[in-house]
């Protein structure tokens, strides 16, 4: 989100102040949990306390980088996780998976100049994977730097009928194309 401006929802429909998201997914969750903690409660199993709660799941939320002041070719690469966040969308309990990820570039990873690293929220489905459509990209922009091949992702290209390899990805473009047009750009891209 930035500062100043409301809040889009997947589908684009209109923008909502932070408040009014919040207080909706109160609601929700106030539907998810009660089930949930009335049968723990039955079972007689212990509840974390609120405030746990309440920062595990905040952590699910892209936050890093909020305060960091992007060169507007990059803008468009947030919102981001830090690694921590990265971590918990992937389902990683150790540093080293993460590192581990970030070597072989299955995920997009970008480092900012004091050494943080930031992760584009987009790229992660919510249930422990990168998009499967955007691995043959990354595969195919192995070996560049990783904000060039952020920044290729999300701007809008000729070949891909003047949108962004990403949301041709969304819009169902079949991902090899998508790769095959990566593999073109990269020699430029090096260089």
Same mark, same amino acid.
């Given at each position: 989100?930035?500062?100043?401006?409301?809040? &889009?929802?997947?589908?684009?429909?209109?923008?909502?102040?932070?408040?009014? +998201?919040?207080?909706?997914?109160?609601?929700?969750? !106030?539907?998810?949990?009660?089930?949930?903690? &009335? !049968?723990? $409660?039955?079972?007689?199993?212990?509840?974390? %306390?609120? #405030?746990?709660? &309440? /920062? @595990?799941?905040?952590?699910?939320?892209?936050? %890093?980088?909020?305060?960091?002041? @992007?060169?507007?070719?990059? %803008? /468009?690469?947030?919102?981001? +996780?830090?690694? =921590?966040? =990265?971590?918990?969308?992937?389902?990683?309990?150790?540093?080293?998976?993460?590192?581990?990820?970030?070597?072989?570039?299955?995920?997009? $990873?970008?480092?900012?100049?004091?050494?943080?690293?930031? +992760?584009?929220?987009?790229?992660?489905?919510?249930?422990?994977?990168?998009?499967?459509?955007? @691995?043959?990209?990354? *595969?195919?922009?192995?070996?560049?730097?990783?904000?060039?091949?952020?920044?290729?992702?999300? #701007?809008?290209?000729? /070949?891909?009928?003047?949108?962004?390899?990403?949301? &041709?990805?969304?819009?169902?473009? /079949?991902?090899?194309?998508?790769?095959?047009?990566?593999?073109?750009? *990269?020699?430029?891209?090096?260089?």
């Amino acid at each position: 989100m930035t500062k100043g401006r409301g809040m &889009a929802n997947k589908a684009g429909v209109p923008e909502v102040s932070a408040e009014t +998201y919040v207080d909706s997914v109160l609601n929700e969750l !106030r539907v998810a949990l009660l089930p949930r903690v &009335a !049968r723990l $409660a039955e079972a007689g199993w212990a509840v974390p %306390a609120p #405030s746990d709660l &309440a /920062d @595990l799941l905040g952590a699910g939320l892209p936050a %890093a980088g909020v305060d960091v002041v @992007l060169d507007e070719h990059f %803008a /468009d690469l947030g919102p981001f +996780y830090d690694s =921590a966040g =990265a971590r918990l969308q992937l389902g990683l309990r150790t540093k080293q998976a993460l590192d581990s990820r970030r070597k072989t570039q299955t995920v997009l $990873a970008m480092q900012t100049g004091d050494g943080t690293w930031l +992760y584009p929220a987009w790229q992660f489905t919510g249930d422990g994977h990168v998009h499967q459509v955007l @691995l043959p990209a990354l *595969k195919a922009l192995r070996g560049i730097d990783r904000w060039q091949a952020g920044v290729w992702l999300v #701007s809008e290209h000729p /070949d891909l009928g003047g949108i962004s390899p990403r949301q &041709a990805l969304r819009e169902g473009v /079949d991902p090899a194309a998508v790769a095959r047009v990566a593999a073109h750009d *990269k020699a430029a891209l090096a260089a």
